[in-house]
């Protein structure tokens, strides 16, 4: 466990809510950590000297706190994620996302059906351009002389 954690035990155990199991874990780890020795001695002479002196507090001090607590209240933001809306508001705005994507998915739908049918009238084409250009009849170049070409065409 790291010191941190053993702080906070040590914390509980001197305001005595530490179940006792704990206890004998704690003093263990103290008993290792100078850091964690160092820190009941701070928290044991702060709750000491808490007990043994009376505070004395102005009447104000109440007043101003409360103001203050008050003009916080007032300053907070409205985060919509963190707004309780009744059930029915998150019920509707569920339909209506669901509603949305089922909208979405049949254009998707749509979209997908319109390429096939282009790919098809594409590969159709292809196949009349392949037609076309394989009914012209064979023709040989060859030169008879250096400066001369001749073509036959096999028909």
Known sequence: MKCEEIQGMISQFNDGSLDTEKEAFIFTHMSECPECRAFLRSINLLSFSAQTEDFYFPAELDEKIISRTEKRKEKKHI???????????????????ILLLVLLFKSTLEYKQELHEAMENMQQQNKQIQMILNSYPEIQVYPKQAN????????
């Open 79 to 97: 985060n919509i994620f963190t707004v309780k809306y009744p059930a029915y508001v998150s019920f509707s705005f569920g339909a209506i996302v």
């Open 148 to 155: 001369e070409i001749m073509v036959n065409t096999k028909l």
